[in-house]
Nanobody, 125 residues
């Protein structure tokens, strides 16, 4: 199984920056795509950014040019650098990862999806 532990949330002023980290631990063969989602009160959870194991990235339009997702495969850790924060970025941010648990699963092409516990990001105006 895989555990995802997030850190780095908190309070920032509009225009400020925060950096989120998410480390994957546990028993697995490989971590594939990783990503960050967010959910504001009354809203659905939305994908903010994702990154493949090869480094290809994808962003929701509202954060393009402000947020950068990166990962350290050796540490099984994904980061989200958030710059030029806006009040509308306020949400609980969740880490997500697709993992291949063992060699047999790799051969089958089978993956499992995991979520972190969430970290609050609050941006004041």
């Amino acid at each position: 199984q895989v555990q995802l532990v997030e850190s780095g949330g908190g309070l920032a002023q509009a225009g400020g920056s925060l950096r989120l980290s998410c480390a994957a631990s546990g028993s697995f063969f490989d971590i594939n795509a990783m990503g960050w989602y967010r959910q504001a009160p009354g809203n659905q959870r939305e994908l903010v950014a994702s990154i493949t194991s090869g480094g290809s990235t994808n962003y929701v339009d509202s954060v393009k040019g402000r947020f950068t997702i990166s990962r350290d495969n050796a540490k099984n850790t994904v980061y989200l650098q958030m710059n030029s924060l806006k009040p509308e970025d306020t949400a609980v941010y969740y880490c997500n990862a697709d993992a291949t648990l063992n060699w047999a699963a790799y051969v089958r092409g089978s993956t499992h999806n995991y979520w972190g516990q969430g970290t609050q990001v609050t941006v004041s105006s």
